[in-house]
């Protein structure tokens, strides 16, 4: 069973950056998609991110031209690159594995956004 490790959570203040990594253990290549998800305190867990395997992105209009997501198939690694952030940012970020029949999911990063 092919495990996601997220790293590159942390805090940082209004208008910083910081750099998502997910590292899978084992192959992504077969993946339909892997993305990044988040959730804040009381939400709902919301994508933020996706890529395909065709190299397809889609994004949440909220990170839109803010935030990047990129993989690295040969290092197993999807990215998500995060500028300017804001306090709405703040929140657990996950990341995901779409494998067709199941999604499988990394335990979270914690990011904090600080004003």
């Known amino acids: 069973q092919v495990q996601l490790a997220e790293s590159g959570g942390g805090l940082v203040q209004v208008g910083g950056s910081l750099r998502l990594s997910c590292a899978a253990s084992?192959?992504?290549?077969?993946?339909?998609?892997m993305g990044w998800y988040r959730q804040a305190p009381g939400k709902q867990r919301e994508l933020v991110a996706r890529?395909?395997?065709?190299?397809?992105?889609n994004y949440a209009d909220s990170v839109k031209g803010r935030f990047t997501i990129s993989r690295d198939n040969a290092k197993k690694t999807v990215y998500l690159q995060m500028n300017s952030l804001k306090p709405e940012d703040t929140a657990v970020y996950y990341c995901?594995?779409?494998?067709?029949?199941?999604?499988?999911w990394g335990q979270g990063t914690q990011v904090t956004v600080s004003s």
């Open positions: 084992g192959s992504i290549l077969s993946f339909n998609a």
């Open positions: 890529i395909f395997r065709s190299g397809t992105t």
């Open positions: 995901n594995a779409d494998r067709f029949v199941e999604d499988l």
